[in-house]
């Protein structure tokens, strides 16, 4: 939908033409699967992919919400003063919990609004919609009603939505890569301190292709949480054995020194990944400093093996599409990104190589799994911000 469209369509859904326009991007996270809630560093970016939004403030006190997503939900509208969480109100629910965050925290927002919302993110492929929508509305309540918002409380605030609004026991990842994206830029997080570093991602020669299962994740909620508390339980042991507040400050090498300690094959499976994984993400890092791509490429597809071998957490889909990624000519890496069990796989394509690579990855997956695949070309772009909308889509 371009950008006559939407202005087109806030008019008719809204009777207003004045509006001021606002993107937050989705999220990939480049290395550092399953390392957030083990005390250990990740390393999303930005993708140009997101969620806008039109948003005009109202002269009384109530909020009516449009997403053309979702068509069928129709305006969805509630009273400043009563922002309680309703299933009914299906996804305008995300943006009706930052409103109240912010509220509860002392900000004025004293008007209603009107709010069309419009996301490219597609849907179920693990690419963090649901936080986008999250920090478009933070950014947008912050420029229209003049708040002056530190970025990294707006960040905490969403993933506070999420936690506690929403229901979704999350980490801040998703939340901290949208708000705080840098385009051409990856971004190492420690998501215990959130103390973060940028580091360039030069892709001249490259691009990063978004490879979607189109399975939906439906075992991710369930597996997601006995994998932490396999992870919970290898610590246990192992601080019997050494000081570590987390899995995370332990080294592969400390680890390998203890992992005997640890009687069941597939508790140490699991915190054999969140160390290994720790430490890729830290060295990918390292590699891009040095502008080193192809080591970079290296530690994209050692994660890919530790979350199939180790972590478990792949699945037939996310393999063959990766495993087919690897036998194209000019892949530099590929790994799964997202939690696993379906969503979306990476990988870093050498330009001349990238038609060939949609053709065959495409059509070795179709064999093997039955049903397509998707691709998108991402670029990597900048975090949550207002836009001129004609400019920007």
Partial sequence: MNAAELETLFQSTFGSGSYRSFFAPGRINLIGEHTDYNGGHVFPCAITYGTYALAAKRSDRMIRMYSVNFPDKGIVECPLDDLAYRSEDDWANYPKGMIAALKERGYAIEEGLDLLIYGNIPN????????????????????????????????????VVENQYIGVNSGIMDQFA??????????LLDCQTLNYRYAPIELDHHVIVIMNTNKRRELAGSKYNERRGECEEALRILQEKVPAQSLGELSAETFERYASAISSETVRKRARHAVSENERTIQALEALERNDLYTFGELMNASHRSLRDDYEVTGKELDALVEAAWKQNGVIGARMTGAGFGGCAIAIV????????????????????????????????????????????
Avoid: P, W
Wanted: overall charge negative; some cysteine; aromatic content about 6%.
């Fill in 124 to 159: 179920g492929a693990g690419l963090s919609s649901s936080a986008s929508v999250e920090m478009v509305t933070g950014v947008m309540l912050e420029k229209l009603f003049n708040l002056k918002i530190d970025r990294i409380d707006m960040v905490k605030l969403g993933q």
């Fill in 350 to 393: 050498e330009k001349t190589a990238a038609e060939d690579f949609l053709r065959e990855v495409g059509r070795a997956y179709l064999s093997e799994i039955g049903y397509e695949a998707s691709f998108y070309i991402a670029n990597i772009g900048d975090g949550a911000c207002e836009i001129e909308l004609g400019v920007h889509i």
């Fill in 178 to 187: 949208i708000g705080m994206g840098k385009k051409a830029c990856g971004m």
